[in-house]
């Protein structure tokens, strides 16, 4: 699996639209910030948008809205066997 894009929306600390392009070219990626931007929250997002999971467990998914939010989003778009898939998840 090759991460392409992800989108989140009210989802944990982006409670903005934010899209994050993995460039296609790159062999290697890095995520870096401050403590508590959101590095963690990415992972997070790209397990919830493919197994309905989090680091909580599978219940208790609406713990993952951000807290000034009513709704999330995660778009996870990634190549797997060279075609390209979209997990996407609302609540």
């Known amino acids: 699996m090759i991460p392409q ?3 989140l929306k009210g989802f944990l600390c982006y ?19 401050l403590n508590g931007s959101g590095k963690s929250s990415i992972f997070d997002a790209v397990t919830y948008a ?9 219940r208790f998914a609406v713990e993952l809205i951000n807290k000034d939010s009513d709704t999330l989003l995660v778009e996870f778009d990634f190549l ?5 898939h979209r997990a996407k998840r609302t609540l």
Do not use: P, V
């Open 5 to 7: 894009r992800i989108k």
């Open 15 to 33: 409670k903005e639209e934010q899209t994050i392009d993995f460039d296609g070219n790159a062999t290697l990626w890095m995520l870096s910030g």
């Open 50 to 58: 493919l197994f309905d999971h989090h680091r909580g467990g599978g």
């Open 80 to 84: 797997l066997d060279g075609k390209l």
